[in-house]
């Protein structure tokens, strides 16, 4: 009748530890905690139904499940006729040799919107003490501790908003040769073909490090 049980897993990592501190600080900041599970399943029948259960508790923030590539012969046929219509639009495109000004400023827009993401995983980076992350992004958008620092982005943006006809002239010659090879790979993905076990790749990323 004497014995408790100490639920909180932490309590069993050594004192101090500085992802260990940081734990409640970043529930406490980003209202986000950094806790994961890891379950094996012997069927992706299996792996998709408990998927599907776990998305439904409330604390439970991502799933991710091989279930996600290979999606049931329901949902599939579920999603015939978005990938049809995806087809149809991307094969009566016309591909634009010019760059309109309204189009350039929306380019501008959208990498101010880039730099901010970045700053905010930096910002997550730094809490966390993912050392690595927060280096990569002061190389991209500078050091908030460091005013001499470079903002690689943000001297982009200065740069086309400062020479917006070289900029425009750029994108339209970049524009020749990425629509093409961008139209030709929806059109290769809008195949109508079921998604079979063995058309999964082994690994998802070049490394070799991640395998399904």
Do not use: W
Not at 38 to 51: F, G, N, Q, Y
Not at 136 to 163: A, M, R, T, W, Y
Not at 173 to 189: C, D, N, T
Request: charged letters at 30%; one cysteine or more.
């Amino acid at each position: 009748s004497g014995i408790s049980f100490d639920h909180n897993y932490m309590n069993m990592e050594p004192k101090g530890l500085t992802s260990i501190t940081l734990q409640d600080t970043i529930l406490d900041k980003f209202d986000l905690s950094m806790d994961y599970a890891l379950i094996l399943i012997d069927s992706i029948e299996k792996s998709r139904e408990i998927a599907d259960k776990v998305k439904n508790i409330k604390s439970v923030a991502i799933v991710d499940d091989i279930s996600m590539y290979l999606p049931s012969l329901e949902e599939q046929q579920k999603r015939i006729p978005i990938i049809q219509e995806i087809n149809q639009s991307i094969s009566t495109s016309i591909l634009k040799d010019n760059l309109t000004e309204v189009e350039f400023d929306q380019l501008l827009s959208e990498l101010e919107r880039l730099e901010m993401n970045i700053m905010e995983i930096q910002d997550m980076a730094y809490i966390g003490g993912q050392d690595k992350v927060d280096r990569k992004c002061s190389e991209i958008v500078g050091d908030p501790d460091n005013p001499q620092s470079k903002n690689i982005i943000n001297e982009f943006i200065n740069h086309l908003e400062n020479n917006r006809q070289e900029g425009i002239k750029g994108l339209e010659e970049f524009q020749k040769y990425a629509a093409p090879h961008f139209k030709k790979s929806v059109l290769g993905m809008t195949t109508l073909k079921n998604i079979e076990l063995k058309f999964l790749i082994k690994v998802l990323d070049f490394s070799g490090h991640n395998n399904l």
